[in-house]
């Protein structure tokens, strides 16, 4: 299968000797560098979790549209609970104009938010650790979720690892500003398209992640996932089943002043003719760091002399700013 973008095995990274753990961190600094993406296998998330997850959170959006309104997130702001179509503009975030991105979405966010810590009691910690909105018409599915969520914690701790020493930093320079994560996991469904979209209207039009960097499972079903490489072309993302995407957002990239790529990606419509099934979903775990985490420009990734590109910013400002955009408020 044409997967569109890099494709590396990462199991070596936690058993290897120091010279596998360079050549896996050499390859990720390679494919973020170039085009922001790639595809991860050897991650260690049990296959019979992840189609377990995949099939419940079908199960969900394959609910009555009017018990799936029972969940929908009182913050309108894609964190938690369930977003119905019409309500996503995710082209907004970059500027752009179109109808509404052709798809629903339902998100959870972190499940161990300790009661009675001040630092997720402040009050700009209310946007990053609002509690879940967990459905229960579908048998399973907050255990399962949980379960999931817990997992991509632990594959993003191996992927930080990976991270620290592609830049060169000191051990544990970047885990240290996840210790209090405030990760989104976002179910996306694009149901099949039984009437022509609108002049302009995508699945998911195109944008930049907000956040350091996201972990997407993806189905293999016509009109998928691009993303636009260097030259301005738009290439399509098939990974391999049973893979991650990998893909760099804003946040990483204003750390390491524009050395990784926040690439830009869309999910297109599926082709007019398709036959068959053409019903598409993906599930993002989108990686947030402390709320209170400043993203400034990593010294090693700054020539001397010259200032940053970027100015610093608070992690959860930016996300909400963002956020904000792409559900009209």
Known sequence: MNVG???????????????????????????????????????????????????????????????????VGTANSKNRGYLPFGRDFVAASAGGTAPPDWRETFGFGRFDVPDGDPYYAHPSAAYAYEPNILPTEVEGLAGTARAYYAALERLNALLLAIFECALDLEDGFLRRRFDRHASILRAINYPEQDSPPA??????????????????????????????????????????????????GDLLMTWTNDRWLSNFHRVVNPPRDASGRTRRQSVAFFVQPNYDAVIECIESCRVSGEPPKHPPVVAWQYRRAKLTRTTAG
């Open 5 to 71: 973008v890099p494709s590396i095995d990462i199991s070596g990274f936690a058993r290897g000797d120091p010279a596998e753990r360079r050549r896996i961190a050499n390859r990720v600094a390679d494919a973020v560098e170039t085009i922001g993406f790639f595809a991860v296998s050897g991650h260690g998330v049990p296959d019979a979790l992840m189609r377990a997850t995949r099939d419940r959170l079908a199960a969900f959006f394959d609910l009555p549209d009017a018990v799936k309104a029972k969940y």
């Open 199 to 248: 002049e302009g209207q995508l699945r998911c039009g195109a944008h930049t992640d907000f956040g350091s960097h996201t972990l997407l499972m993806v189905d293999d079903a016509p009109g998928g996932l691009q993303v636009r490489d260097l030259s301005g072309r738009w290439i399509d993302v098939s990974p391999p089943p049973g893979t991650y995407v990998v893909n760099i």
